[in-house]
């Protein structure tokens, strides 16, 4: 069984940076996808970004429009763990962001994804 446990949110001004990390324990997740989402009050979990070793030796990873060229995605497979660096945080930022893993393609389906950490606030003020 997978776990995964999100930290490194909380409150900073709009304009502000906050780096997410996400720590898997259970099995190694060399070869799986990491994704982060994002799920705001009274909406629904949407993708942020995701990444995977590529089988040419390097990492693939994909954003949505939305955060593209503010977020950066990156793990450490020594550590087993996943970061989201987000820079240039504005107010539409504000959610709950969520950590998901699985043996799948780089997908921003969250369907696909069999194991989720419990979530981590992100709040950023105007």
């Known amino acids: 069984q997978v776990q995964l446990l999100e930290s490194g949110g909380g409150l900073v001004q709009a304009g502000g940076s906050l780096r997410l990390s996400c720590a898997a324990s259970?099995?190694?997740?060399?070869?799986?996808?990491m994704a982060w989402f994002r799920q705001a009050t009274g909406k629904e979990r949407e993708f942020v970004s995701a990444i995977r070793w590529s089988a040419s030796s390097s990492y693939y990873s994909y954003y949505a429009d939305s955060v593209k060229g503010r977020f950066t995605i990156s793990r450490d497979n020594a550590k087993n763990t996943a970061y989201l660096q987000m820079n240039s945080l504005k107010p539409e930022d504000t959610a709950v962001y969520y950590c998901?893993?699985?043996?799948?393609?780089?997908?921003?389906?969250?369907?696909?994804?069999?194991?989720w950490g419990q979530g981590t606030q992100v709040t950023v003020s105007s």
């Open positions: 998901a893993s699985g043996d799948v393609r780089v997908t921003s389906n969250l369907r696909e994804y069999d194991y």
């Open positions: 259970g099995r190694t997740l060399r070869s799986w996808t």
